[in-house]
Protein backbone atom coordinates (compact mmCIF):
# COMPACT_ATOMS: atom_id res chain seq x y z
CA UNK A 1 0.00 0.00 0.00
CA UNK A 2 1.24 3.16 -1.01
CA UNK A 3 2.70 5.82 1.78
CA UNK A 4 0.39 8.78 2.12
CA UNK A 5 1.35 12.28 3.08
CA UNK A 6 -1.46 13.89 5.43
CA UNK A 7 -1.59 17.50 5.46
CA UNK A 8 -3.30 18.61 8.56
CA UNK A 9 -5.13 22.31 7.51
CA UNK A 10 -6.73 23.85 10.42
CA UNK A 11 -8.06 26.63 8.73
CA UNK A 12 -5.37 28.87 10.09
CA UNK A 13 -2.56 30.73 8.21
CA UNK A 14 0.43 28.63 9.74
CA UNK A 15 -1.43 25.50 8.92
CA UNK A 16 -2.35 26.70 5.19
CA UNK A 17 0.71 27.83 4.01
CA UNK A 18 2.54 24.54 6.10
CA UNK A 19 0.05 22.83 3.11
CA UNK A 20 0.70 24.44 0.19
CA UNK A 21 4.59 23.94 1.08
CA UNK A 22 3.94 19.92 1.32
CA UNK A 23 1.92 20.16 -1.98
CA UNK A 24 4.87 22.07 -3.57
CA UNK A 25 7.42 19.27 -2.17
CA UNK A 26 4.98 15.93 -2.81
CA UNK A 27 2.80 16.46 -5.75
CA UNK A 28 -0.99 17.35 -5.43
CA UNK A 29 -1.60 13.38 -6.12
CA UNK A 30 0.01 12.21 -3.48
CA UNK A 31 -1.33 14.79 -0.14
CA UNK A 32 -4.02 14.17 1.40
CA UNK A 33 -4.99 17.43 2.77
CA UNK A 34 -6.98 16.80 6.19
CA UNK A 35 -9.37 19.35 8.25
CA UNK A 36 -10.95 18.40 11.61
CA UNK A 37 -14.42 20.46 11.80
CA UNK A 38 -15.29 21.08 14.82
CA UNK A 39 -18.40 23.16 14.71
CA UNK A 40 -17.34 25.42 16.43
CA UNK A 41 -15.39 27.98 14.37
CA UNK A 42 -16.28 31.43 12.78
CA UNK A 43 -18.50 30.53 9.62
CA UNK A 44 -15.73 32.49 7.67
CA UNK A 45 -13.98 29.75 7.65
CA UNK A 46 -15.78 28.32 4.58
CA UNK A 47 -14.79 30.88 2.58
CA UNK A 48 -11.00 30.79 3.94
CA UNK A 49 -10.93 27.31 3.49
CA UNK A 50 -12.26 27.70 -0.08
CA UNK A 51 -10.09 30.60 -1.16
CA UNK A 52 -6.85 28.01 0.25
CA UNK A 53 -8.65 24.94 -2.14
CA UNK A 54 -8.30 27.13 -5.14
CA UNK A 55 -4.33 28.00 -4.17
CA UNK A 56 -4.10 24.37 -3.33
CA UNK A 57 -5.49 23.51 -6.15
CA UNK A 58 -7.28 20.44 -4.63
CA UNK A 59 -10.24 19.64 -2.22
CA UNK A 60 -10.01 19.21 1.39
CA UNK A 61 -11.19 16.28 2.76
CA UNK A 62 -12.95 17.14 5.82
CA UNK A 63 -13.79 15.22 9.20
CA UNK A 64 -16.58 15.49 11.39
CA UNK A 65 -17.63 13.58 14.98
CA UNK A 66 -21.33 13.88 14.30
CA UNK A 67 -22.05 12.65 17.65
CA UNK A 68 -21.24 16.46 18.92
CA UNK A 69 -22.47 20.04 16.81
CA UNK A 70 -19.74 21.79 18.28
CA UNK A 71 -17.70 22.04 21.46
CA UNK A 72 -20.38 23.58 23.67
CA UNK A 73 -22.55 20.03 22.92
CA UNK A 74 -19.30 18.19 23.69
CA UNK A 75 -19.06 20.21 27.10
CA UNK A 76 -22.39 19.23 27.86
CA UNK A 77 -22.97 16.02 27.22
CA UNK A 78 -19.52 14.98 28.23
CA UNK A 79 -20.06 17.36 31.61
CA UNK A 80 -16.35 18.23 31.48
CA UNK A 81 -14.59 21.21 30.05
CA UNK A 82 -11.13 21.53 30.94
CA UNK A 83 -8.66 20.70 33.57
CA UNK A 84 -5.39 18.15 34.44
CA UNK A 85 -6.89 16.12 31.66
CA UNK A 86 -6.86 18.83 28.71
CA UNK A 87 -9.92 19.74 27.12
CA UNK A 88 -12.43 16.76 26.45
CA UNK A 89 -13.31 19.02 23.05
CA UNK A 90 -10.05 18.71 21.63
CA UNK A 91 -10.22 15.09 21.91
CA UNK A 92 -13.94 14.35 21.10
CA UNK A 93 -13.73 17.12 17.55
CA UNK A 94 -10.04 16.48 16.64
CA UNK A 95 -7.97 13.61 18.08
CA UNK A 96 -10.55 10.73 17.46
CA UNK A 97 -11.05 11.82 13.85
CA UNK A 98 -6.99 11.73 13.39
CA UNK A 99 -6.53 8.52 15.21
CA UNK A 100 -9.01 6.82 13.46
CA UNK A 101 -7.89 8.48 9.69
CA UNK A 102 -4.45 7.75 9.95
CA UNK A 103 -2.40 5.17 9.17
CA UNK A 104 1.00 3.96 11.01
CA UNK A 105 3.07 4.36 7.73
CA UNK A 106 1.70 8.39 7.38
CA UNK A 107 3.85 11.13 7.10
CA UNK A 108 1.96 13.49 9.09
CA UNK A 109 2.42 17.41 8.49
CA UNK A 110 1.28 20.02 11.46
CA UNK A 111 1.94 23.87 10.84
CA UNK A 112 3.78 24.82 13.77
CA UNK A 113 6.14 27.57 12.99
CA UNK A 114 9.68 28.93 13.80
CA UNK A 115 8.32 29.81 17.15
CA UNK A 116 6.47 26.69 18.54
CA UNK A 117 10.06 24.83 18.64
CA UNK A 118 8.52 23.52 22.19
CA UNK A 119 5.24 22.26 21.02
CA UNK A 120 6.69 20.55 18.18
CA UNK A 121 9.16 18.82 20.82
CA UNK A 122 6.26 17.75 22.92
CA UNK A 123 4.18 16.49 20.03
CA UNK A 124 7.05 14.09 18.96
CA UNK A 125 7.17 12.67 22.69
CA UNK A 126 3.88 12.36 23.22
CA UNK A 127 3.36 11.33 19.63
CA UNK A 128 6.44 9.22 19.03
CA UNK A 129 5.19 6.69 17.03
CA UNK A 130 3.89 9.30 14.22
CA UNK A 131 6.10 10.23 11.20
CA UNK A 132 5.88 13.97 11.08
CA UNK A 133 7.40 16.68 9.19
CA UNK A 134 7.27 20.63 9.90
CA UNK A 135 7.85 22.78 6.83
CA UNK A 136 7.28 26.02 8.83
CA UNK A 137 9.68 25.31 11.56
CA UNK A 138 12.44 23.68 8.94
CA UNK A 139 11.93 26.93 6.90
CA UNK A 140 12.20 29.37 9.50
CA UNK A 141 8.96 30.69 9.01
CA UNK A 142 6.46 32.38 11.58
CA UNK A 143 3.10 33.02 11.80
CA UNK A 144 3.92 36.69 10.64
CA UNK A 145 5.37 35.35 7.92
CA UNK A 146 2.60 33.06 6.96
CA UNK A 147 -0.32 35.83 7.38
CA UNK A 148 2.12 37.80 4.75
CA UNK A 149 2.61 34.85 2.29
CA UNK A 150 -1.59 34.77 2.38
CA UNK A 151 -2.07 38.02 2.08
CA UNK A 152 0.46 38.47 -0.98
CA UNK A 153 -1.40 35.84 -3.18
CA UNK A 154 -4.76 37.48 -2.77
CA UNK A 155 -6.53 35.52 0.41
CA UNK A 156 -7.79 37.27 2.80
CA UNK A 157 -6.96 36.24 6.21
CA UNK A 158 -9.81 34.71 7.98
CA UNK A 159 -12.33 37.12 10.34
CA UNK A 160 -10.80 35.77 13.69
CA UNK A 161 -7.50 37.26 13.02
CA UNK A 162 -8.75 40.34 11.81
CA UNK A 163 -10.87 40.94 14.69
CA UNK A 164 -7.54 40.44 16.49
CA UNK A 165 -7.27 36.96 17.75
CA UNK A 166 -4.05 34.93 18.05
CA UNK A 167 -5.57 31.87 16.85
CA UNK A 168 -8.62 30.68 14.50
CA UNK A 169 -10.04 28.08 17.50
CA UNK A 170 -13.41 27.93 18.29
CA UNK A 171 -15.46 30.76 19.11
CA UNK A 172 -15.30 30.66 23.08
CA UNK A 173 -12.27 28.19 23.64
CA UNK A 174 -11.99 26.67 27.36
CA UNK A 175 -8.34 27.21 26.78
CA UNK A 176 -8.56 31.38 26.84
CA UNK A 177 -7.55 33.49 29.81
CA UNK A 178 -9.86 36.72 31.30
CA UNK A 179 -9.11 38.71 28.61
CA UNK A 180 -10.00 35.99 26.13
CA UNK A 181 -13.30 35.71 27.36
CA UNK A 182 -13.56 39.10 27.92
CA UNK A 183 -13.16 40.11 24.59
CA UNK A 184 -15.34 37.36 23.41
CA UNK A 185 -17.92 38.76 25.88
CA UNK A 186 -17.69 41.73 23.44
CA UNK A 187 -17.67 40.11 20.70
CA UNK A 188 -19.49 37.12 20.17
CA UNK A 189 -21.39 38.04 23.29
CA UNK A 190 -24.06 35.10 22.97
CA UNK A 191 -20.54 32.85 22.84
CA UNK A 192 -19.77 34.28 25.92
CA UNK A 193 -23.16 33.54 27.61
CA UNK A 194 -23.99 29.99 26.58
CA UNK A 195 -20.40 28.99 27.86
CA UNK A 196 -21.23 30.96 31.36
CA UNK A 197 -24.08 28.93 31.84
CA UNK A 198 -22.59 25.85 30.65
CA UNK A 199 -19.78 26.02 33.24
CA UNK A 200 -22.31 26.79 36.40
CA UNK A 201 -24.14 23.85 35.45
CA UNK A 202 -21.35 21.50 35.40
CA UNK A 203 -19.48 23.41 38.41
CA UNK A 204 -16.08 24.52 36.69
CA UNK A 205 -14.49 27.70 35.70
CA UNK A 206 -12.71 28.02 32.80
CA UNK A 207 -10.86 31.17 33.78
CA UNK A 208 -8.67 31.75 36.73
CA UNK A 209 -8.44 35.59 38.13
CA UNK A 210 -5.29 36.31 40.13
CA UNK A 211 -4.90 32.77 40.83
CA UNK A 212 -8.65 32.02 41.78
CA UNK A 213 -11.07 30.24 40.10
CA UNK A 214 -13.79 32.17 38.66
CA UNK A 215 -16.85 31.58 36.85
CA UNK A 216 -17.57 34.31 33.53
CA UNK A 217 -20.44 35.17 35.03
CA UNK A 218 -18.26 36.83 37.86
CA UNK A 219 -15.24 38.02 35.67
CA UNK A 220 -14.35 41.16 36.24
CA UNK A 221 -14.66 43.61 32.85
CA UNK A 222 -11.38 44.60 32.93
CA UNK A 223 -9.43 41.29 33.92
CA UNK A 224 -6.72 40.01 31.61
CA UNK A 225 -4.84 41.24 28.70
CA UNK A 226 -7.04 40.97 25.37
CA UNK A 227 -4.06 40.61 23.57
CA UNK A 228 -3.52 37.88 25.58
CA UNK A 229 -1.07 35.15 23.68
CA UNK A 230 -3.36 32.13 23.51
CA UNK A 231 -2.16 28.30 22.54
CA UNK A 232 -3.40 27.10 19.19
CA UNK A 233 -6.29 24.48 19.06
CA UNK A 234 -4.47 21.00 18.60
CA UNK A 235 -3.96 17.75 18.51
CA UNK A 236 -1.72 18.26 22.07
CA UNK A 237 -4.70 19.59 23.69
CA UNK A 238 -4.92 16.47 25.65
CA UNK A 239 -1.66 16.03 27.53
CA UNK A 240 -0.89 17.48 30.73
CA UNK A 241 1.75 18.84 29.56
CA UNK A 242 0.15 21.86 27.84
CA UNK A 243 -2.45 21.64 30.63
CA UNK A 244 1.08 22.52 33.53
CA UNK A 245 2.43 25.73 31.31
Known sequence: ?????LAWFSCGANSAVAT?????????????????????EHPDNI?????????????????????????????????????????????????VLRFAYQRIDDIQIFGYS??????????????PEVITEYPLYDSGLQKSDCVGML??????????????????????CCKGGAGYWNKIRKDF??????????????????VRVKGEATFLKDLPPTAGKH??????????????ADELL
Open 47 to 95: RFMMDCEEWFGKKVTVLKNEKYEDHFDVWEKERWINGIRGARCTTELKK
Open 151 to 172: MKVGIDIPVMYKLGYNNNNCIG
Open 114 to 127: AEELSRMERFNQTF
Open 227 to 240: DEQMPSCDFLCQTK
Open 189 to 206: PEHFERASKLEQDIGHAI
Open 20 to 40: KMTLNKYGAENVDIVNCDTGG
Open 1 to 5: MKQRV
